[in-house]
């Protein structure tokens, strides 16, 4: 069976720091793409970071970039989201996803909440 | 960057009726569209993929159309269950999604 399981959110005050953890199973880490999308409250769904299989090709969103590290370890079937800089329009539940977009295979976590604020 | 426009916003429609949902991209994008249904508090459900495949276990009122930049998601028959937010999705050039749709039950 596909997990993947988000860990790491919480209440951070403006201009703070958070990690966010993915870790997941069931399927082959290294095979796949991941990517994390965000969802302010009661708002749509926003994609934020993308990384490959390898971990050297990551993007991101012009509104994290320059704020925001993706990463994984294939060694540990993890993938991370490191957020600095937090303001509170980062405010949201945060989804990490796997795809094999060729092929059709989108996987998602049930979401961690961050939430900024003083 | 691809921009996808989502048509309704909201609508609201009573069990039986066929409802469609629409999606444009601002630049072609082939056929690399994702649907989503999403419920309050939960992850988004993969519906169709490259525009028009049911994901296994998707109950086949639901269809999905279209290629380059015009797309549209078909549930041909509503049932109550089917209330709740749905997306499109591009993921030909990193990832987009619409700004979503919401179906109400009448």
């Known amino acids: 069976e596909v997990q993947l399981v988000e860990s790491g959110g919480g209440l951070v005050q403006p201009g703070g720091s958070l990690r966010l953890s993915c870790v997941v199973s069931?399927?082959?880490?290294?095979?796949?793409?991941m990517n994390w999308v965000r969802q302010a409250p009661g708002k749509g769904l926003e994609w934020i970071s993308f990384?490959?299989?390898?971990?050297?090709?990551?993007y991101y969103a012009d509104s994290v970039r320059g704020r925001f590290t993706i990463s994984r370890e294939i060694t540990k079937n993890s993938l991370y989201l490191q957020m600095n800089g937090l303001r509170a329009d980062d405010t949201a539940v945060y989804f990490c996803s796997s795809a094999i977009t060729v092929s059709g295979l989108f996987y998602w976590g049930q979401g961690a909440l961050v939430t900024v604020s003083s | 960057d691809i921009q996808m426009t989502q048509s309704p916003s909201t609508l609201s429609a009573s069990v039986g009726d066929r409802v469609t949902i629409t999606c444009r991209a601002s630049q072609t994008i082939d056929t690399w569209l994702a649907w989503y249904q999403q419920k309050p508090g939960k992850a988004p459900k993969l519906l169709i993929y490259k525009a028009s495949a049911l994901k296994s276990g998707v109950p086949s009122r639901f269809s999905g159309s279209g290629s380059g930049t015009e797309f549209t998601l078909t549930i041909s028959s509503l049932q109550p269950d089917d209330f709740g937010n749905y997306y499109c999705?591009?993921?030909?050039?990193?990832?987009?999604f619409g700004q979503g749709t919401k179906v109400e039950i009448k």
């Open positions: 999705q591009q993921y030909t050039t990193y990832w987009t």
């Open positions: 990384i490959d299989g390898s971990g050297t090709s990551p």
């Open positions: 069931g399927f082959t880490f290294s095979s796949y793409e």
